[in-house]
């Protein structure tokens, strides 16, 4: 039971097979056995889970079940969930119980899924390797003396360890991509504007976007038809039609046009990577594809333009964290300045405070516009590159990652040797793009994630050629040994 | 771009952070390599580049500014660190 996809098992409740009870209690008892050995989860909600999957077993009883009705899953600890903690990964909230539901929660709750906790994260999402969590770090399933990636890490490492069927998380600057291929998951990252964003605890507002993390393609499709939409209640969330993701997966690959752009396959990547790429690519060529190289020749400006957006961003959004009106505040402050600055001091890690320092450092008087606006100008020329690139082929494609899963403590020494992991996920927040990782090879027995970015709104596409293929191929069947 | 242990210490006021002083030299070493790798922007020529806020150039919507939610000041201040009489309690600002 504890392989199985969402779709499987939403087969399983449908025919009576097995209950919502029987299953959450399967996937508690699951976690409890085994989050000792990958710390995936921050908060485990047994009663809560158990109640949800009651309701969900009576509301089936009663005939008004949907397509999601009594599933379990878990929700990254970035999204607030009433009456739950909610810390982000961070001390600064740990003992932060969220008054109220972030969007996306109040969604599954209303399609009757089972939430079964909150899982690990980088704190405030700011990591790609889940070190930086107040929690200790995530454990990647496959390897447990390396990391699962990060920020949405324990999402990944819950998924991979069948601790649950799938999970939410967000994607900054690969959060949901990048540890979906070092953990052999699939993870998808919608459009800009197609996932509300209220409830999800700010980071970097223009570039933050929630989405579905599972062990399909199909998984994603129908949890994304529980997550896109508009919502007033997210300023920058756009009003437009929400198709059913599922109809569109069986969909033809014939004729489908793959851009592979050279900036992607350097030497600079393992080279075991660039050859499970290249396989997969060739798989899509059997179903009808065809391929042509292409250029994104602003490709090397993506770092240093998000190590400016991303932290003046969350300089500003970070502030409210304040000792105030809830959150960490220190002991005995002697003055309001003094508790300002020994709360954030002390309630914050290491890398939080160095991206707030770096974006307040941008955003200071005098600096603003040879950083932030040259940021914003280099922003434009990254999104023009991918606009020119979809106005020639439907999908490009190419390695999430440059390297597999890399051991604890390997890159914490230096943040900017972190930073260059995420070298080819995070243009696509810049540009506001939809971006998925799927599994596609192994790299030294660990998972290699294969990247396809589409057009605006293109999650229809992108699904249906990752359901292609994982109807070709069998990476994502697979399953760390235990 | 290098900054020196005054230059972390007047950001990380300006950030209200209470760094450490046996840190400040890690975060100048930090901070300092980070401004090295943006400063690759700063050879392409971007003089008639507008700058980009939102992927689809969407701008802010508006709506009217009515009341739609109730008061909930009781259930919001569960979680505050300090409360008395409906009020966020915060040390003496004013002699």
Known sequence: MLDKTLAELAQGLATGEFSSVELTQNYLDRINAEDGKLNSFITVTPEQALAQASAADQRRAAGNADAFTGLPIAHKDIFCTQGVRTSCGSKMLDNFVSPYNATIVEHFNQAGAVSLGKTNMDEFAMGSSNE????????????????PGGSSGGSAASIAGGLTPAATGSDTGGSIRQPAALCGITGLKPTYGRVSRYGMIAYASSLDQAGPMTRTAEDSAMMLNVMAGFDPKDSTSLDRPVPDYTLTLNDSLKGLKIGLPKEFFSDDIDPQITIQVQNAIREFEALGATVKQISLPNTHLAIPAYYIIAPAEASSNLSRFDGVRYGYRCEDPTDLEDMYKRSRGEGFGEEVKRRIMVGTYALSEGFYDAYYKKALQIRRLIQQDYVTALSEVDIIMGPTTPHPAFKLGEKTADPVTMYMEDIFTLSLNLAGMPGISVPCGFANGLPVGLQMIGNYFAEERLLNAAHQFQQATDWHTQTPGQ | MS??????????????????????????????????LVDQMQAVDTQDITPMAHPMDAIQRLRLDEVTEADQRDRLQTVAPSVEAGLFQVPKVIE
């Open chain 2, 3 to 36: 900054l020196d242990r005054t230059d972390v210490e007047k950001i990380a006021h300006l950030a209200r952070l209470n760094i450490a002083e046996q840190d400040i030299q890690e975060y100048a070493d930090n901070l300092s390599s980070i401004l090295d």
């Open chain 1, 132 to 147: 930086s969590s107040f929690y200790g770090p995530a454990r990647n399933p496959w390897n447990t003396d390396c990391v």
